[in-house]
T-cell receptor, first 114, second 113 residues
Framework: DGGITQSPKYLFRKEGQNVTLSCEQN?????MYWYRQDPGQGLRLIYY???????QKGDIAEGYSVSREKKESFPLTVTSAQKNPTAFYLC?????????????FGPGTRLTVT | QKEVEQNSGPLSVPEGAIASLNCTYS??????FFWYRQYSGKSPELIMS??SNGDKEDGRFTAQLNKASQYVSLLIRDSQPSDSATYLC????WGAGSYQLTFGKGTKLSVIP
């Protein structure tokens, strides 16, 4: 069964703690992405990776870090430096970086930091 | 101007009617477009992609791209209550050696039984 999995579905953390969100895909896609969604803000790009061992900052990378050690996996760490970490986090993947490639999303992780 | 703009709605249509969702885009956006449907509390689901000028039909859905007017639309025929969701329009922008999707903020559609 091919797709993108994210875990956990819900995550609760205390302020000041780092937390890592998991994203795995078995679609053999080269490109992977992390977005954040807040009410009324739409989807904002945090980080993306076109190939293993390479990644680029998106529009709102401050306070986040990623790694891409395997093609299938693109974990996101929300650090204590992120001012407003409570949000819905979405991982996505595409088979290529060109124009005619469709992008698919995982089910998301809802992070609450108190 | 935002790269991709949508009317946030809500757009209310009666069951069985045609729902028309619209999106405009800036010069920065390349001309491949995608429509996603997002139910409340869920992740976006790709429902249509369109890469060339004109219409593309898939079941009850028709995507329209007008490059001259920089305008993309999604028509939903015979709207059903299960179509009630937020619809996100997305286009591609070039940056750091590849294209990435840029999203509108979404239009909330309510189909009234």
């Amino acid at each position: 069964d091919g797709g993108i999995t994210q875990s956990p579905k819900y995550l609760f953390r205390k302020e000041g703690q780092n937390v890592t969100l998991s994203c795995e895909q078995n679609l053999n896609h080269d490109a992977m992405y992390w977005y954040r969604q807040d009410p009324g803000q739409g989807l904002r790009l945090i980080y993306y990776s076109q190939i293993v061992n390479d990644f680029q900052k998106g529009d709102i990378a401050e306070g986040y870090s990623v790694s891409r050690e395997k093609k299938e996996s693109f974990p996101l760490t929300v650090t204590s430096a992120q001012k407003n970490p409570t949000a819905f986090y979405l991982c996505a993947s595409r088979s290529g970086g060109g124009l005619n490639y469709e992008q698919y999303f995982g089910p998301g992780t809802r992070l609450t930091v108190t | 101007q935002k790269e991709v703009e949508q009317n946030s709605g809500p757009l209310s249509v009666p069951e069985g009617a045609i729902a028309s969702l619209n999106c405009t885009y800036s010069d920065r956006v390349s001309q491949s477009f995608f429509w996603y449907r997002q139910y409340s509390g869920k992740s976006p689901e790709l429902i249509m992609s369109i890469y060339s000028n004109g219409d593309k039909e898939d079941g009850r859905f028709t995507a329209q791209l007008n490059k001259a007017s920089q305008y993309v639309s999604l028509l939903i025929r015979d709207s059903q209550p299960s179509d009630s969701a937020t619809y996100l329009c997305a286009g591609l922008i070039w940056g750091a050696g590849s294209y990435q999707l840029t999203f509108g903020k979404g239009t909330k559609l309510s189909v009234i039984p």
